[in-house]
């Protein structure tokens, strides 16, 4: 009993990680948008800044730390193209 419970939860976590995989590159993702709408600039403005940063951290010795909206879904994305792309 234990070891069929076991395995119905691995099923289920299995479906959601994939589930997880087709959402991160999903077209229709807020931060897709938000990146093909940027796709070409040549310099930041307001506009930008706030459509894809989430906050900017100024370190002493003149050390800057950007984090980006979507910064998740990103690397997400990112780990499906590399887990899907022929070597």
Do not use: C, W
């Amino acid at each position: 009993r234990r070891i069929e419970m076991g395995a119905m939860q691995l099923d289920r976590l299995l479906t959601e990680l994939k589930q997880d995989q087709k959402q991160g590159v999903n077209a229709e993702n807020a931060f897709i948008e938000n990146f093909k709408k940027y796709k070409n600039i040549t310099e930041l403005n307001r506009e930008i800044v706030v459509d894809l940063i989430e906050n900017i951290y100024v370190h002493e010795g003149n050390r800057i730390t950007i984090h980006f909206k979507f910064q998740n879904e990103m690397q997400k994305a990112l780990e499906f193209i590399e887990s899907n792309t022929p070597a």
